[in-house]
């Protein structure tokens, strides 16, 4: 059995030429391809996402790890020969209309594909139409809205009244997020779930399609 705890640190720490060598070591040593992803590179980036729930790690230092382990798995992916990375669902996520912010949105999707989600990021300033038509084309079971003003909350539950609108808020799980977001604001416009910070989108994601 492969110990990939080194590589899981050097993760952690964003040490991405270690990274590298970590995992060329392990490809070398025989260790199975989806082990070296999950048991390291992924098992690495869960830590970071606690560490950044908890406010032990901070946005910069989780986007230096999440990209040293985009190194590892780029190192990885050419050896599965047409097996399938398991899924952990696909998400679709976008900031509402009359919002250009997209920081903290940016980080939710990496943090999500980095929990082994398939992430669709539509971008900013989004209409509810669009969401729908994207919920049309790429089929996610979540749907991740973004608002960093009070002023655009509000389009939030005209996403979900025209998803009711179109036959689909059965097919999708939807869930918000931004500084002016809460729990009771979530409730009201009938969201399936409200992530304060990057780290419990992922877990409300896991949870939602549990």
């Known amino acids: ?52 729930k908890s406010g032990e790690m901070f946005v910069p230092e989780v986007l230096v790890a999440a990209r040293s382990m985009g190194a590892g798995v780029a190192m990885v992916k050419p050896l599965l020969l047409g097996q399938e990375v398991p899924s952990s669902g696909k998400v679709l996520i976008g900031t509402v209309k009359g919002d250009l912010h997209d920081i903290g949105k940016n980080l939710v999707a990496l943090m999500l594909e980095s929990g082994g989600f398939d992430v669709v990021n539509l971008g900013i300033d989004l209409a509810p139409d669009k969401f729908v038509a994207a919920v049309k084309e790429y089929q996610p079971q979540v749907i991740g809205l973004s608002a960093l003003l009070t002023t655009t909350m509000l389009v939030m539950k005209d996403v979900i009244e025209l998803l009711k609108e179109e036959g689909l808020r059965d097919r999708v799980k939807v869930i918000i997020g931004g500084a002016p977001i809460s729990y009771d604001f979530s409730s009201e416009i009938g969201a399936d779930g409200f992530a304060p910070d990057a780290a419990t989108a992922v877990d409300l994601c896991r949870k939602l399609l549990a």
């Open 1 to 52: 059995m492969y110990n990939f705890s080194d590589l899981s640190k050097a993760v952690i720490a964003g040490q991405e030429s270690k990274v590298k060598e970590l995992t060329q070591a392990a490809i070398n040593g025989g260790a199975e391809p989806l082990a070296i992803i999950n048991e390291g590179l992924i098992a690495g980036m869960n830590v970071v996402g606690a560490r950044f």
